[in-house]
């Protein structure tokens, strides 16, 4: 690695990473990465052997399903609440 990719990337070092995997049955993987709160996360397609080397890279904390599901539980309160806009307009 070249030094002042080093540095550049060095302004994340400290911040816990998160990986939820999503789907990972055929070639590629499908999962949920998050930066600091796993609860924000965006979702990323890669190959096998590309996430291996991601999730190391980044020296990610791996979700387990339960703890995916307690986020998908607390999004949908927001998601589906009884004073979103979704929940509005179905009245």
């Excluded at 990465?33 to 999730?55: R, T």
């Amino acid at each position: 690695m070249r030094e002042e990719t080093k540095h550049r990337n060095s302004g994340l070092d400290h911040i816990q990473k998160y990986v939820g995997i999503i789907d990972d049955s055929g070639p590629f993987v499908e999962f949920n990465f998050a930066i600091g709160d796993p609860a924000l996360f965006v979702e990323l397609v890669l190959p096998k052997v590309a996430f291996d080397d991601f999730c190391i890279k980044n020296k990610v904390q791996r979700m387990t399903p339960e703890d995916m599901a307690a986020i998908n539980a607390d999004a949908e309160k927001w998601r589906f609440g009884n004073e979103t806009l979704v929940a509005l307009n179905k009245r």
